[in-house]
T-cell receptor
Framework: GAVVSQHPSWVICKSGTSVKIECRSL??????MFWYRQFPKQSLMLMAT?????????EQGVEKDKFLINHASLTLSTLTVTSAHPEDSSFYIC??????????????FGDGTRLSIL | GQSLEQPSEVTAVEGAIVQINCTYQ??????LSWYQQHDGGAPTFLSY????GLEETGRFSSFLSRSDSYGYLLLQELQMKDSASYFC?????????????FGGGTRVLVKP
């Protein structure tokens, strides 16, 4: 069964709208969640690491004020794309994985959210 | 930072064997993962190698050589449903614990 639930799966909205994407861990308590972005025919690019109860760690080049991450509980992380513009249109995917060193546990991915900004 | 290189596209016929190579440069290396992604879908985990050698899981096998910073995914007895993109990903130490960095992906097209 699914380990990660991501919602919504598809969003179409006008430029300037803020969009919230939810990522839920279904089977275990996730202290760490990851947010990726994938443009068509490209690879997954890590945007940020979401840590329960503390601030997210953003990758270089990702605007933290543009992509707000909240990880208030061990089962839920949210990504809010603020004032979205057409260039933010992409496939956003969350994943859950352990942050433990040398862990061989795979990351489990949500089904992704396809965001289209008009 | 991390960088990974893999071929962009491979075409093969049903029943054939395909090997997708992946070379990487990274610090704080823990292991190499492989993921499959069908068009419009999310990545699904295939394998993980932390130690040198071959890991076999059904028709798919993965190999790692840490000294060569090299790994490969072997797809055997190809089926039409194997048409997808395959990503190698390095698990390495990040600022907030370990994280995955993905290669550019290899698009595998299986023909009848």
């Amino acid at each position: 069964g699914a380990v990660v639930s991501q919602h919504p799966s598809w969003v179409i909205c006008k430029s300037g709208t803020s969009v919230k994407i939810e990522c839920r861990s279904l089977d275990f308590q996730a202290t760490t969640m990851f947010w990726y972005r994938q443009f068509p025919k490209q690879s997954l690019m890590l945007m940020a690491t979401s840590n329960e109860g503390s601030k997210a760690t953003y990758e270089q080049g990702v605007e933290k004020d543009k992509f707000l991450i909240n990880h208030a509980s061990l089962t839920l992380s949210t990504l809010t794309v603020t004032s979205a513009h057409p260039e933010d249109s992409s496939f956003y995917i969350c994943s859950i994985g352990t942050a433990q060193d040398h862990s061989n546990q795979p990351q489990h991915f949500g089904d992704g959210t396809r965001l289209s900004i008009l | 930072g991390q960088s990974l290189e893999q071929p962009s596209e491979v075409t093969a016929v049903e029943g054939a064997i395909v090997q997708i190579n992946c070379t990487y440069q990274t610090s704080g290396f823990y292991g190499l993962s492989w993921y499959q992604q069908h068009d419009g879908g999310a990545p699904t985990f295939l394998s993980y190698n932390a130690l040198d050698g071959l890991e076999e899981t059904g028709r798919f096998s993965s190999f790692l050589s840490r000294s060569d910073s090299y790994g490969y995914l072997l797809l055997q007895e190809l089926q039409m449903k194997d048409s997808a993109s395959y990503f190698c990903a390095v698990r390495a130490r990040g600022a907030a614990g370990n994280k995955l960095t993905f290669g550019g992906g290899t698009r595998v097209l299986v023909k009848p």
